[in-house]
């Protein structure tokens, strides 16, 4: 009898089982691209999905140049990068800006990254400032410039103090 009673339970359970089921439909939505031509300038933009970004340069800098000569003007009259030990590092910045309170400077390091000198100067308005670095304690080897304008990078150079006896390439 208990079999009996257990077996009609378990049918019953089934049954119940498989007549609850619920049918579960998946339907794919199908993905539609729109293209359009739009010929003519957005005027807003604010809900605009933008994919990519253009980087913006900005240059401050007419040009810079590194010498161990000067010109009349007290400017760099010939660009170098290979200096004689003790012959001095001079690096001019022509700016387009030199707006109130601007600071540019230079900073020499070595080959190790440790800062050999860090110039700077009030600009005050002005357009043209040259730097001088004085290389006679400096052991021969590599270097590295980097032209400042406020705290923005805006040039960098190598340049090598050859030792004593080798000629300029």
């Not at 005050?124 to 021969?140: I, R």
Request: glycine share 6%; proline share 4%.
């Amino acid at each position: 009898m208990r079999r009996f009673v257990c077996c009609c339970l378990l049918s019953a359970v089934c049954c119940l089982t498989f007549a609850c089921k619920k049918e579960i439909v998946e339907t794919k939505k199908k993905a539609t691209n729109v293209h359009t031509k739009f010929e003519g300038v957005p005027t807003d933009l604010r809900n605009a999905k933008i994919k990519e970004t253009l980087p913006i340069e900005v240059s401050v800098l007419q040009r810079s140049a590194m010498g161990s000569r000067l010109g009349p003007d007290g400017n760099v009259a010939e660009s170098q990068d290979v200096f004689k030990p003790g012959e001095p590092v001079y690096v001019t910045m022509w700016l387009k800006e030199s707006p109130v309170g601007l600071q540019t400077s230079v900073r020499f390091s070595d080959t190790n990254k440790k800062d050999v000198a860090w110039l700077r100067k009030d600009m005050h308005g002005e357009k043209v400032v040259t730097f001088k670095l004085d290389t006679a304690k400096l052991h021969p080897g590599e270097y590295h410039v980097r032209c400042y304008w406020g705290m923005n990078i805006e040039r960098e150079y190598d340049f090598r103090i050859e030792a004593a006896g080798k000629k300029k390439r």
